[in-house]
């Protein structure tokens, strides 16, 4: 099952919190030993117009401490400004686009669960679908999203980058079970 994990989030933020954008990187992509090879993990900053995409089957040479990622983070910052000043798409890493979001940012998320915590449980949502090819879930970092379905990844408030690494357990038990 292909994971879609969507980060609504302003862009200031992902420019200057390192630290997050990092964590969340790790937690949505990275196993202990090896690379997660369903993921799309899309950083969607609606106040700038801009989306940044890694796709996890297509990542090589990515490390996952803050100090290394930080290098990683500088160039897509900078091809940030580019897409932003002169348009089109650039790739400052294999597997990773940054590319202008088209349309309403909502509509970006039409077949997608807003992670909420007045949602369904997302491992009753995943025993509903069946076997689905795709799940995709909004995951908001600082903006209000309308999105008509909910799922609940947990009852208690976590951190981002927690969720997103109970998603993926949930996820990975569905699969397993």
């Not at 992509?29 to 089957?57: E, Y």
């Not at 979001?101 to 369904?120: H, M, P, T, Y």
């Not at 008509?148 to 690494?165: F, G, W």
């Amino acid at each position: 099952m292909r994971r879609v994990f969507n980060v609504v989030i302003p862009r200031s933020r992902f420019v200057d919190d390192v630290p997050l954008v990092c964590r969340v990187v790790t937690s949505a992509i990275f196993l202990s030993h090896d690379i997660r090879r369903d993921v799309t993990l899309r950083f969607v900053m609606p106040d700038a117009g801009l989306s940044v995409s890694f796709l996890s089957s297509r990542l090589r040479h990515v490390h996952v401490d803050e100090q290394s990622f930080a290098g990683l983070h500088r160039r897509i910052v900078r091809a940030m400004w580019e897409v932003e000043s002169e348009g089109g798409a650039r790739h400052p890493h294999s597997g990773i686009s940054v590319e202008r979001i088209a349309g309403n940012v909502e509509e970006q998320f039409g077949g997608s669960f807003l992670v909420s915590s007045d949602g369904e449980l997302l491992a009753d949502v995943l025993r509903r679908l069946g076997e689905v090819r795709e799940i995709s879930l909004v995951f908001s970092a600082g903006f209000q999203v309308r999105v008509p379905r909910r799922v609940r990844v947990s009852v208690e408030r976590k951190n981002l980058d927690v969720l997103i690494v109970i998603a993926n357990i949930e996820i990975d038990n569905y699969l397993g079970a």
